[in-house]
């Protein structure tokens, strides 16, 4: 083992690791290291190399140049499997499951338990070490259930605890809480902490800042593909880690609010969906931004996509300036002038093998033609006032929108509604997975378009997301409107009791 700059044995080390993709500088020069029984958190914008160096450790990318000593031995990665084998696991901020296995036989995958020589899957003993593990982590799951049919929160406890299955010596959670709300944050934090007991070094990659008092030991901060500063979370601050990140102070966590608000645009009315949406009713104002808080399973995303015409209501309402209209798909919807920005936007809401100009005029194609031939000009003039607007930072509108970060990713999505003539717009997840900075970009975007008449409802699992921008919000508990509030009287403590289902009902 290496002797870091504190004195302390390093498990692993990594040592002026650069890495270049065609056009972008990914990695400059970036060292790390990483202590065993210790979480070391490693943190900067989207786009600052973080992922990119974890998947240089793993084997996914091999680096230009640099060192890597593990245990002791310099090693050469070449694919997760054999870091996995040496005792190396990610959870990577896009899902690695199958969705059309069941939860169990994703957390087993390649390594099912067998009987008859080993010849075939022992069904009923996977189901049982299922249900074992998930006991013991204290995951509420059906070990039989499909991956297909369970919620981005519910797919992220899959990941974890598929990467806890295997004893690793490193484990690396890139962005692990995106997606759970304060409930399942608390019981991975106690996961974190029984594996910190147990010697194992974790990897923590989180934009999540407020997090790291729970569970950090060291800081490692990275910007623009280079090496900034490693620290003792004990040592600093958020606001200097902040600084740290960017390059600059962000004084003001969510920007101000200006819009006016006027008369009722949209309205929901007894909606139902199954058990997950029960007979909810909601309003939203011209110039509002309304939120919408819950826990996981609480029904919020299944009541936007029972709106938006991606799964059928079974029964209720939907008024747009006081006119009832239906939505059996979501070109229904976006014909009313309504659009969703899904939480999982590289799945539902990006095409990522697709060019930036691409993604964003698919859903305009057809208002830029003449006689069915599209009008590329006025297209790439439309793309690049939507870029220069949103400052998406992009080498060209050629560029995959895979290869962009997450926070351009979602200005991305953004920027292609904002060519439609929209009224209502449904944001879920609007912040998920990107940093500080790209975070109040995204915000400055909601309260641009609060201020243009638009409205809009803001789903988050970030509380200081729900009471930092909202006007009004709507708190769902197991599919059930549990009541409203102004966000002026509203706090974390009232928010969560009516989501645990520890407050009666407040009618609204």
């Given at each position: ?7 302390i044995e390093?498990?692993l ?10 056009g972008?500088?990914a ?5 790390l ?13 989207n786009?600052a ?16 140049t ?6 002791g031995?310099?090693?050469?990665p070449?694919?997760?499997r054999e ?12 899902f690695?499951?199958?969705p059309h ?13 067998r009987?008859?020589r ?23 799951l ?16 899959v990941?974890i ?12 959670l890139?962005?692990?809480t ?24 974790i ?5 999540r ?14 910007r ?9 979370w ?12 960017v ?14 608000v006027g ?9 139902r ?10 309003k ?8 919408l808080?819950?826990l ?9 996509r ?22 059996r ?9 309504i ?8 799945l ?11 993604n964003?005029?698919?859903a305009?194609?057809s208002?830029?033609a ?28 050629k ?35 990107i940093?500080?900075?790209?975070k109040?970009?995204?915000?400055n ?9 638009a ?7 970030e ?38 289902g ?7």
């Amino acid at each position: 083992m290496n002797l870091n700059r504190t004195g302390i044995e390093s498990i692993l080390s990594m040592k002026n690791i650069s890495k270049k993709f065609p056009g972008v500088q990914a990695l400059d020069d970036v060292s790390l290291d990483v202590k065993s029984g210790a979480v070391h958190a490693l943190i900067g914008e989207n786009g600052a190399g973080k992922s990119t160096l974890m998947k240089i450790l793993t084997g996914i990318y091999t680096a230009d140049t640099g060192t890597i000593v593990y245990q002791g031995d310099v090693i050469h990665p070449k694919n997760p499997r054999e870091m996995a084998d040496r005792g190396v696991s990610i959870i990577h901020q896009e899902f690695n499951l199958i969705p059309h296995l069941t939860v169990a036989e994703n957390i087993f995958i390649t390594r099912e338990p067998r009987k008859f020589r080993n010849t075939i899957i022992d069904d009923k003993r996977l189901i049982e070490e299922t249900k074992k593990l998930l006991r013991h982590l204290d995951i509420s799951l059906d070990p039989k259930a499909k991956l297909a049919k369970l919620s981005v929160a519910e797919k992220q406890m899959v990941e974890i605890t598929k990467a806890l299955a295997v004893n690793s010596e490193i484990l690396v959670l890139d962005e692990p809480t995106s997606a759970l709300a304060e409930k399942e944050v608390q019981k991975l934090f106690e996961i974190i902490r029984d594996l910190k007991n147990r010697g194992v070094a974790i990897i923590y990659i989180s934009h999540r800042l407020e997090e790291f008092e729970a569970i950090v030991d060291e800081v490692t901060t990275l910007r623009d593909g280079r090496y900034v500063s490693t620290s003792r979370w004990s040592d600093t601050s958020i606001p200097q880690l902040v600084r740290n990140m960017v390059g600059r102070s962000l004084d003001n966590q969510f920007p101000e609010r200006n819009h006016d608000v006027g008369e009722i645009v949209f309205e929901a009315r007894n909606i139902r969906r199954g058990r997950q949406v029960n007979d909810i009713s909601l309003k939203v104002r011209k110039g509002e931004v309304v939120g919408l808080a819950g826990l996981m399973g609480a029904g919020r995303s299944e009541f936007a996509r029972a709106v938006f015409g991606a799964d059928r209501m079974e029964s209720g309402t939907l008024y747009l300036d006081g006119r009832e209209f239906v939505t059996r798909s979501p070109s229904d919807a976006i014909h009313n002038g309504i659009t969703y920005l899904p939480e999982d936007r590289k799945l539902d809401g990006l095409f990522l093998d697709l060019e930036v100009q691409q993604n964003i005029m698919y859903a305009t194609y057809s208002d830029n033609a003449v006689m069915g031939v599209v009008d590329d000009k006025r297209c790439r003039k439309k793309v690049d006032r939507v870029i220069r607007d949103l400052q998406v930072k992009t080498p060209t509108v050629k560029q995959l929108v895979g290869n962009l970060s997450g926070g351009n990713q979602q200005k991305v999505l953004i920027g292609r509604w904002l060519l439609k003539d929209l009224k209502v717009f449904i944001f879920d997840e609007p912040t998920r997975g990107i940093d500080v900075g790209a975070k109040f970009e995204v915000y400055n975007l909601i309260n641009r378009l609060a201020e243009q008449g638009a409205a809009i409802i803001m789903i988050s699992s970030e509380m200081p997301e729900i009471l930092g921008l909202s006007d009004r919000i709507y708190v769902l508990c197991e599919g059930r409107l549990m009541g409203e509030m102004d966000a002026r009287e509203a706090t974390q403590e009232k928010i969560l009791r009516l989501a645990s289902g520890l407050t009666e009902r407040i009618p609204a």
